[in-house]
DNA sequence: GTCCGTGCAAAGGATTTGCATAATC
DNA sequence: GATTATGCAAATCCTTTGCACGGAC
C-alpha cells in the first residue's frame, strides 16, 4: 500500500515515489545510498532521474518515512522508519547492517542529557566491528 | 611539545604539521572542521594552503593524533585524540558539541555485541538536540 | 486549469589531486 | 642533495537548484 502511505504522508502519488517507496518496502532491513536507490530503479527500466532520487529521499525523510544516516563521510545512506527505534551493529569486512535496541542504554542516554540540561531529539549509536561469518 | 609528538608519529617537522597540531593542542576539546582549521591560522597571519589543511588532518587521523566525526552529512570535524574514550551531544542549533562517557552504556554494548557474536572494535554515540543556551 | 513534480543541465560545496616550487633531514 | 611537503589551481564527488515541461488532482 505505498500509494496510502504517500498520502498519508501529504505527498501526492507520483511514479517516482511510488517506485522508491516499494523499493525500502520490499527490503525492509536494507540501507541505501541515493545513488544505489537510482542504479536500482534504472536496471528495472524506470526512467527516474537521479536528482529527483534526492528530492524524494528528503521527502521521505522529513515526512518520517525513512531515515538518514552518516555512517561513512562521503555519503548517505537511508532505510525504512519501521516505526521502532534501534540503533546499528556495522561489519567493517562484509558491510553487514544489524539492528539492536536496548532500554538501558536509552534511558542511561535519557539521565545524560537531562544532566546537562539538553533537549535531547535524536540520537545515533553505531557499533563497528566484525560480524560472526567474517570471524572465520 | 608538538615536535616531538610529529616525530614520534613519524612525520616530518614542517610549519604547517606544528601550527595545526598546536591548534588542537591549545583547546583539547575542540571540533574543528578543515575550513575552521584554515580560516583559524590564516587570521593568525598563517599562510597554509586548504588543501595542505586536509592533507594533515587526513595524516593525523592515520598516525592517531586525532579523530574524525562525521556529525553532519556535509563536513567531517576533527578532535585531538586525547587517549580517553568519549562520545558527543551536538547542538543542532549552534553546533556546540560536548562530551560525555557512561560506564553503564559502555558495558551493555559489549553486552549486545557479545549476544550476536559480533567482535566490537569501535563505536559512535552521539545526541542530537537543543544545548541549554539556545533553549531561550 | 492550477499547482506541484520531474528531468536535465548547471551550480554548489567539501575534499582530493597534479604539478612545479620550496622546505626538511 | 635527495626526498618529501606545500601552495595553487584544476578536478572530482556528492548533493542541490533553476527552469521549462508534464502530470496529479
Redesign the interface.
Known amino acids: 500500500v505505498p500509494a496510502t502511505n504517500l498520502k498519508k504522508a501529504g505527498l501526492k502519488v507520483t511514479v517516482p515515489r511510488l517506485k522508491i517507496l516499494s523499493l525500502f518496502q520490499e527490503k525492509p532491513y536494507s540501507h541505501l545510498s541515493a545513488e544505489q536507490v537510482y542504479k536500482t530503479l534504472h536496471s528495472s527500466g524506470e526512467d527516474i532521474g537521479l536528482a529527483t532520487v534526492y528530492r524524494v529521499l528528503t521527502q521521505f525523510e522529513e515526512a518520517g518515512i525513512v531515515v ?1 544516516h ?4 562521503n555519503q ?1 545512506v537511508f532505510e525504512l522508519q519501521k516505526g521502532d527505534h534501534h540503533d546499528h ?1 556495522v ?2 569486512k562484509c558491510g553487514l547492517i ?1 539492528e ?1 535496541c ?1 532500554e ?2 536509552e534511558s ?2 535519557e539521565t ?2 537531562k544532566e ?17 561469518n567474517c ?1 572465520d
Chains 1, 2 share one sequence.
Open positions: 538518514k552518516n555512517f561513512e563521510a548517505s551493529l561489519c567493517v544489524m539492536f536496548d538501558v542504554i542511561r542516554q545524560i542529557a546537562k540540561n539538553f533537549r535531547m531529539e535524536t540520537h545515533t549509536h553505531c557499533i563497528y566491528g566484525v560480524c560472526e570471524q
